[in-house]
T-cell receptor
Framework: DAKTTQPPSMDCAEGRAANLPCNHS???????VYWYRQIHSQGPQYIIH???NNETNEMASLIITEDRKSSTLILPHATLRDTAVYYC?????????????FGGGTRLMVKP | DTGVSQNPRHKITKRGQNVTFRCDPI?????LYWYRQTLGQGPEFLTY????????KSRLLSDRFSAERPKGSFSTLEIQRTEQGDSAMYLC????????????FGPGTRLLVL
């Protein structure tokens, strides 16, 4: 799986959009971008995934650049409960069981 | 979905003791994964099951660790002769196996070895 690079930490004001970047310059054509987050002392929570098109669900939006070498997770109206470590993971698309390889993630602090 | 459940949520044990953790995956999920997470690090893969078959094991899974999923439903992770270095959060995840696969995690079991 391709390696990802994320900033170690970010701050965001409550109610504002949080934009979390991720670089995955070595991504290959059959690899998806997944985002998980982990709130303190809890298990990771799935947020969203995408291949090449932008995706949106009730939690977030995922914007993937046209060359697929980077992506941005957008939390449109961040709340204090969004304070967590956010992990960007790239995984191959196939039907085999595959481990998730977590990097350091971005520690997002939402401030009042 | 009731979500992935793990028991116990916390375990304190003395060095040298054996411990066993249980994971109940989301109903009808045929894949089950175990991960370990130490303080300040991201989760690291330990092993995974497709139904009852254990298909992959990480080098992190020493001989003291054993995992089972006897009927393809719940799974257990046993650590024998625990060491202080085993102190960590043990996470379980399950998936339906349908591509592109999404793994859903449980709350974890936090182990402290004294």
């Amino acid at each position: 799986d391709a390696k990802t690079t994320q900033p170690p930490s970010m701050d965001c004001a409550e109610g504002r959009a949080a934009n979390l970047p991720c670089n995955h310059s070595t991504i290959s054509g059959n690899e998806y971008v997944y985002w998980y987050r982990q709130i303190h002392s809890q298990g990771p929570q799935y947020i969203i995934h995408g291949l090449k098109n932008n995706e949106t669900n009730e939690m977030a939006s995922l914007i993937i650049t046209e060359d697929r070498k980077s992506s941005t997770l957008i939390l449109p109206h961040a709340t204090l409960r969004d304070t967590a470590v956010y992990y960007c993971i790239v995984r191959v698309f196939n039907n085999a069981g595959n481990m998730l390889t977590f990097g350091g993630g971005t520690r997002l602090m939402v401030k009042p | 979905d009731t979500g992935v459940s793990q028991n116990p949520r916390h375990k304190i044990t003395k060095r040298g003791q054996n411990v066993t953790f249980r994971c109940d995956p989301i109903s009808e999920h045929n894949r089950l994964y175990w991960y370990r997470q130490t303080l300040g690090q991201g989760p690291e893969f330990l092993t995974y099951f497709q139904n009852e078959a254990q298909l992959e094991k990480s080098r992190l899974l020493s001989d003291r660790f054993s995992a089972e999923r006897p009927k393809g439903s719940f799974s257990t992770l046993e650590i024998q002769r625990t060491e202080q270095g085993d102190s960590a959060m043990y996470l379980c995840a399950s998936s339906s196996g349908r591509a592109p696969e999404t793994q859903y995690f449980g709350p974890g079991t936090r182990l402290l070895v004294l």
